[in-house]
T-cell receptor
Framework: SQTIHQWPATLVQPVGSPLSLECTVE??????LYWYRQAAGRGLQLLFY??????ISSEVPQNLSASRPQDRQFILSSKKLLLSDSGFYLC?????????????FGNGTRLTVT | GNSVTQMEGPVTLSEEAFLTINCTYT??????LFWYVQYPGEGLQLLLK?????DKGSNKGFEATYRKETTSFHLEKGSVQVSDSAVYFC???????????FGQGTTLQVKP
């Protein structure tokens, strides 16, 4: 069966520090991968999605970047965090080749920028 | 563009009450519609889905019917439990992009 792992679960970082959140998927090949952010009291915003290694689409201009160095690994990064980067970050995957397949989410990373 | 609108929360109900959470959408093409649930401190879990007009998705006593004529996908449950307390997200995937677009979420609080 497929599983998705996301870490760390919580993170407190000072303003201006770098960020690296990692997500890996097991049990499937060439998944579509996604990073979402959920700000306090707000809905989910799609940040990045990827349909293959090295293929990253950015949905909104921001202080973050994403990379997919391996088929089932998706990394969210920042060189210098801002206070507004605080939030709950969720990684997700979906079946490749099926446009309307549901997303399967990790347990999320709660990031607090101080 | 594609979008999803949910009723604002929080929705507070007593145990065994009837639940409706409204969801309407705007989309081009033929989207699939989903309800996800997020329990406190956790990620999202798929609750139910419907892939074409008049389909009814159901799971754990929850139901939602894909209404193309009213562009709606309202979530219902006949008798809620305290354990149903969570945030519920309505979402759609666009048939031409495959990306999942979420509503803003509705918090449900069920009191014993």
């Amino acid at each position: 069966s497929q599983t998705i792992h996301q870490w760390p679960a919580t993170l407190v970082q000072p303003v201006g520090s770098p960020l690296s959140l990692e997500c890996t998927v097991e049990g499937t090949s060439n998944p579509n991968l996604y990073w979402y952010r959920q700000a306090a009291g707000r809905g989910l915003q799609l940040l990045f999605y990827s349909v293959g290694i090295g293929q990253i689409s950015s949905e909104v201009p921001q202080n973050l970047s994403a990379s997919r160095p391996q088929d089932r690994q998706f990394i969210l990064s920042s060189k210098k965090l801002l206070l507004s980067d605080s939030g709950f970050y969720l990684c997700a995957w979906s079946d490749p080749g099926r446009l309307n397949s549901p997303l399967h989410f990790g347990n999320g990373t709660r990031l607090t920028v101080t | 563009g594609n979008s999803v609108t949910q009723m604002e929360g929080p929705v507070t109900l007593s145990e065994e009450a009837f639940l409706t959470i409204n969801c309407t959408y705007t989309a081009t093409g033929y989207p699939s519609l989903f309800w996800y649930v997020q329990y406190p401190g956790e990620g999202l879990q798929l609750l139910l889905k419907a892939t074409k007009a008049d389909d009814k998705g159901s799971n754990k006593g929850f139901e939602a019917t894909y209404r193309k004529e009213t562009t709606s996908f309202h979530l219902e449950k006949g008798s809620v439990q305290v354990s149903d307390s969570a945030v519920y997200f309505c979402a759609l995937t666009s048939s031409n992009t495959g990306k999942l677009i979420f509503g803003q979420g509705t918090t449900l609080q069920v009191k014993p």
